[in-house]
């Protein structure tokens, strides 16, 4: 059994999506783009799973957040994808890939043949297991990477009304979905083992803001140690953490949002990898010319950093996917993509946006101290601002320092900069 496609996408996720629109957009055939998912659903935009899904009240459900609505643009549904005739083929897994015959074999048993493949696998959330406890299949630990993970987190929410909660990891999932529980009344604790939240992006300073804000709403935090052992009831629910500094807490549910790793596994021996991801070139082409990679799993030179880097962010997976399918439907009208890198986060009614490098020497403006306020922070190195964080900027100010990280200004007194704050970006 098999079938033949011109171009392929591996995976169903944000950065499939954003692709499908382009390849739409750029005008392909009926029958000649086909998308393979494990998942059993359309794509969509996961950020929402951490936020508006897990909301007491009005919570977001598809078919309202399907690609591209994050980006304020067209929704594909079910419906959208028949009617431009690209093939979804959902609910399914590839087990192998063979690159040389440019064949993938899925677990129903099907070979699908492409010309060009896209390979959009993201990444996984890893698992308490990979680091020696035991555990994730109790029904109320959970993890947050799609619907499926989501639906259950909705569930363990649901069952632990007034209780407490215990969240493994500190960074953008543990953040967010910590103060998703505090919405829904439940009792947070987060542990990490690194000094401060967000530890891969926020200075101390920064970080301490938003812990000082997260323990007004009630949250606790047990920094510097890691999980150890878990208790199990006679039903195998979770009833106690015990965490390698000797603290006990008695919990009702368990979120764990320690790092992910990017799906690769079905490319090893077959591509060049690198930073843990598959290597591609500023058209996001891999070593094998007939096979691209975008989104989380792909390690892309970004210009600002003078390297490689694989980007875990959905700004990224968006315009990569884009840029992928421009370089492989007009080769000759796409040049080098050019990138600066675009996190955010949005927590209770805190908001947030990053842009470019945090190296350097850093500059802060505005009050950190007040909850509430607006500030920020530039990072200044070789003499130049290449990176800019704000908090609670209007749009007007977010694209201002997202133009001053792309324009890089000379900055010789850091002083001036701090003096100037904000007022810096938007007059660059
Ligand atoms: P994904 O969206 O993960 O899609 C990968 C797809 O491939 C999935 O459908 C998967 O099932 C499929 N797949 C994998 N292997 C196979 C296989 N062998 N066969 C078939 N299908 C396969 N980023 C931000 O910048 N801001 C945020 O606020 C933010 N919030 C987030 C909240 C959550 C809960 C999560 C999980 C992520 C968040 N992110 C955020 C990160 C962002 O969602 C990712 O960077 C983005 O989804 C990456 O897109 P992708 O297409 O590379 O991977």
């Known amino acids: 059994m ?24 750029r005008g392909v055939s009926h029958g000649e783009l086909c998308i393979i998912s494990n998942e059993s659903v359309a794509p969509y935009e996961r950020p929402a799973l951490s936020k508006g899904y897990l909301l007491p009240e009005a919570a977001a459900r598809l078919p309202s957040f399907h690609t591209c609505v994050g980006a304020n643009e067209e929704r594909l549904t079910p419906k959208w994808y028949k009617e431009h005739g690209v093939e979804l083929v959902l609910g399914t897994g590839v087990k ?38 035991n555990g994730s299949d109790a029904e109320n630990v959970c993890y947050l990477r799609d619907i499926s993970d989501a639906n259950r987190l909705v569930n363990a929410i649901q069952s632990s009304p007034g209780g407490n909660a215990v969240v493994i990891g500190g960074g953008y999932i543990g953040m967010e979905c910590a103060a998703s529980l505090v919405i829904n009344k439940i009792n ?31 949250v606790k935090f047990i920094k510097g140690t890691v999980l150890s052992s878990f208790d199990f009831d006679s039903n195998g629910k979770v009833t106690d ?33 690198e930073k843990g ?5 500023g058209m996001f082409q891999s070593s094998n010319s007939s096979v691209y990679a975008i989104g989380d799993v792909a390690a892309f ?45 949005r927590v209770f009614t805190l908001s ?16 950190l101290s007040a909850s509430g306020s607006t500030f920020g922070a530039y990072w200044v190195n070789k003499g130049h601002v290449v990176g800019a964080f704000l908090e609670g900027g209007t749009r007007e100010e977010y694209e201002a320092i997202a133009k001053t990280t792309t324009l890089r200004p000379a900055v010789e007194d850091l002083t001036e900069l701090e003096r100037q704050g904000l007022g810096f970006a938007v007059a660059v």
């Open 277 to 281: 991801g598959i290597k591609v070139n």
């Open 188 to 218: 947070v604790t987060m542990v990490f083992p690194e000094a401060h939240c967000m530890a891969r992006l926020l200075t101390p300073k920064i970080a301490s803001y938003y812990e000082e804000y997260y323990k007004s709403r009630g």
């Open 352 to 367: 947030w946006q990053f842009y470019g490098d945090n190296a350097g020497e850093v500059v802060y403006y505005g009050d």
């Open 2 to 25: 098999g079938r033949a496609f011109v171009y392929v996408i591996l995976g169903g996720g944000v950065s499939a999506g954003y692709a499908a629109l382009e390849f739409v957009r």
């Open 96 to 133: 192998s890939a063979d690159v040389k015959r440019k064949t993938l074999l899925t677990t129903t048993g099907e070979t699908i043949s492409y010309k060009f493949l896209i390979i959009a696998t993201g990444a996984r959330a890893l698992k308490l297991e990979e680091f020696g406890v």
């Open 301 to 345: 030179p970004v210009k600002a950093f003078g390297e490689k880097r694989r980007l875990e962010h959905v700004d990224s997976a968006r315009k990569s996917a884009k840029h992928a399918v421009s370089s492989i439907m007009e080769p000759d009208k796409t040049g080098e993509f050019d990138y600066i890198p675009f996190f955010y986060s």
């Open 241 to 273: 953490v015990t965490l390698r500094d000797g603290t006990k807490l008695s919990v009702d549910m368990v979120v764990v949002g320690i790092r992910i790793r990017p799906n690769t596994g079905l490319f090893e021996g077959q591509l060049t990898l």
